[in-house]
C-alpha cells in the first residue's frame, strides 16, 4: 500500500517539487531553529514572519516573484528589531508588535492597489507545498547554502550569544552585530519555509522539531541534524497525509508536527523524564 501511494506521489512533477523543498526547507529549518529554541526567540521569530507579509504585497505590486519582495522586507523586520532592541532599549515585544502590524497592514494595501484581480494569497498565508516551481527551489537552495555556510563559520560564536550574551561580549564577541546576523539568518529561513507553511505557521516548523530533538540531544550539532531529520520527516508526513485525504499541505505539516511534540511531551510526563523546554 505505501509503495503504491508512494509510487502514485513520485510520478508526479509536482510531487517531486514538493518533496524536493521539503528536504531544501528542512535543512534551514532544523540548523535555524536549533538557535530559535535554545536562545528562546521564537516570538521574534514570528514577529519576521508576518512582517515579511508587506514583501509579499510589494512583489505582487511590482508584478514580480513575492518571495524576491519577502527577502528584503524579512532582512528590515529582522534588523529594526534587533536594533530597537539593544540600541534604541525598546522591549522587544513592542518592537515585535509594530513591525508586526506594520508589515500586515502594507501587505494589505499593497495588494489592494495592485492592478487586476485580486491574487490568491492562500499558498503565501497558510503554505502550499504542492506548487513550489522550479524557480522557487533554486531560490530556496542558494538560501540554504548561505544560511549553511554563515552557520559553519560562526557556529561557535553564535552559540556564545545564545547560551550567554553578556558573557560573550565581555570576551570580546560583537554580541549585537553576532545577534542581528542570528535574526538575519532567521529572515532567510522564513523566506525557505514560506512556500512550505506559510507566513502565518512559519513559526511552528522553526520551534517545534528543534523542540523536539532537544529532549534527545546531548549537543548542539546532534540537535540540529535530529531537527532537520524530525522536520523533514513531519513534511513529508504531512505531504502524504495531505495527498490522501485533499486536505490543506501546510496546515497538515503543522498538526503532524505538533501531534508529534504532544505524544513526546505525554511520553515523558507519563515516565517521569524531564520535560521539554
Request: with cysteine; proline share 3%; glycine share 12%.
Amino acid at each position: 500500500m505505501s509503495e503504491t501511494l508512494f509510487g502514485g506521489i513520485l510520478a508526479f512533477e509536482f510531487m517531486q517539487n514538493a518533496i524536493l523543498a521539503a528536504l531544501l526547507s528542512s535543512i534551514a529549518c532544523g540548523i535555524i531553529g536549533t538557535f530559535v529554541v535554545v536562545k528562546r526567540i521564537g516570538f521574534i521569530s514570528g514577529g519576521i514572519a508576518h512582517t515579511a507579509f508587506g514583501g509579499i504585497g510589494l512583489g505582487y505590486y511590482l508584478g514580480v516573484n513575492p518571495l524576491l519582495g519577502v527577502i528584503p522586507f524579512s532582512l528590515a523586520a529582522a534588523l529594526g528589531i534587533g536594533i530597537l532592541g539593544k540600541k534604541l532599549k525598546v522591549s522587544e515585544d513592542t518592537a515585535i508588535g509594530t513591525f508586526w502590524a506594520a508589515g500586515m497592514s502594507l501587505g494589505v494595501i499593497l495588494i489592494g492597489l495592485t492592478p487586476g484581480y485580486a491574487p490568491d494569497l492562500f499558498s503565501y498565508l497558510f503554505g502550499n507545498i504542492l506548487t513550489v516551481p522550479s524557480g522557487d527551489l533554486l531560490m530556496i537552495m542558494l538560501l540554504d547554502l548561505l544560511i549553511v555556510g554563515v552557520v559553519l563559520l560562526l557556529n561557535r560564536e553564535f552559540l556564545a550569544i545564545c547560551f550567554d550574551e553578556e558573557y560573550a561580549e565581555v570576551s570580546g564577541l560583537k554580541s549585537t552585530a553576532l545577534y542581528l546576523l542570528l535574526l538575519s539568518l532567521i529572515a532567510l529561513t522564513v523566506v525557505v519555509m514560506v512556500r512550505v507553511v506559510g507566513i502565518v505557521m512559519v513559526i511552528a516548523l522553526l520551534s517545534i522539531p528543534a523542540a523536539i530533538a532537544r529532549n534527545f540531544s546531548r549537543s548542539i550539532p546532534s540537535m540540529m541534524v535530529m531537527a532537520t531529520v524530525l522536520s523533514f520527516l513531519f513534511s513529508l508526513a504531512g505531504l502524504a497525509l495531505s495527498y490522501m485525504f485533499d486536505l490543506a499541505s501546510g496546515a497538515t505539516i503543522i498538526l503532524v508536527a505538533a501531534s508529534a511534540f504532544f505524544l513526546v511531551q505525554g511520553w515523558h510526563f507519563l515516565s517521569g523524564g524531564r520535560q521539554g523546554r
